[in-house]
């Protein structure tokens, strides 16, 4: 036993103090260097100091705050939420911590998350940022459409001058197939930002689906002024608008050259041949339905069709035939012979 038991506590309280001391000197010193750097913008240098100040003060709200800035600074944003959540836990009612979690929460995909952190913001009256339009797009993108337009709503309250608003409300509307209801957000939302192609576009597709083709090329033919790539999809949707409205002088050549790219495509060759029957060309339409059943021998709606076309160039009897011949592939077919309907109900 030891003769003075109560000096070795004495020195040994003392040497603990004096550590804790040192780790807390060590951890400011590295967390001063992390600032200086982050100041500097040298963003891999800073991680690395606070990642030394947290090995000397674990956990340090400043410090987590700090070394998640930096990381958010560098795009990395999975990293960046997990200091906040962090420093969360050691200060949860810190507001650049609320705030942050908030924003992380919404660039990670963490919708449920990024609305409690929003509406925490809202609560405490903290930042000036759209806060309803982050919970109305985080709403929207849970399926919860009823609450993300009950926000958008909010949201436009707050700012009538911001763009995604109306936007985020028109998709909502797409998605509940209420298609006109939609046109009008669109319409708004452009009006806000009217060089964005892409909405220009998806306007185009709103108006299609109402149906109202002389809208829809109306926006087509501006998304492609606005830049938007005339890709397959684009030229197909454009040319089945100005078919509908009986331009085949301008949608059959979009058609074609979308035929192209995909000259096996059956469902596209067919979509070409009505348009050359209800153009009256028929010689065309013939061609174009033989090359179906060059891939498909057993099609009888282009069968079918190409006996149509024979007896609106006047030779019936083949025609007749033909039809026969597809009647007799699909007896479904009996019935558009006797109301002279083609595939379709056209």
Known sequence: MSKYPLLWLLIGSVASTSALAQNADSATFYHQKGVAEQQARRYREAEKQFAKSDQFGADNTANLIEWGNVLVAQNRYMEAREKFLKAEVKDPNNPVVIENLATLNLNVRKWADAIKYAQKMQEKKLGTKPLNFV???????????????????????????????????????????????????????????????????????????????????YWFEMAGEKGYKRTDVYLENLANAYLNLKQYDKGLPLLKAVLEHRPQDAELLYNVGDAYYHNKQYQEAIDTWDQILVVDKKNSNALYMIGMAYQKKGDKAKGEQLCTQAIAMDPSLKDLKQERKMPGGR
């Open 135 to 217: 919970i109305a797009k985080a709403y929207y993108e849970l399926d919860n459409y009823g609450e993300a337009l009950k926000y958008c709503e909010r949201a436009f309250r707050d700012d009538s001058t911001l763009a995604e608003v109306p936007y985020i409300a028109g998709r909502c509307f797409v998605e509940m197939n209420n298609y006109k209801r939609a046109e009008g957000c669109y319409q708004q939302a452009i009006a806000r930002n009217p060089n964005n192609a892409n909405w220009i576009f998806e306007a185009g597709m709103v108006a299609y689906s109402i149906p109202d083709d002389k809208k829809a090329v």
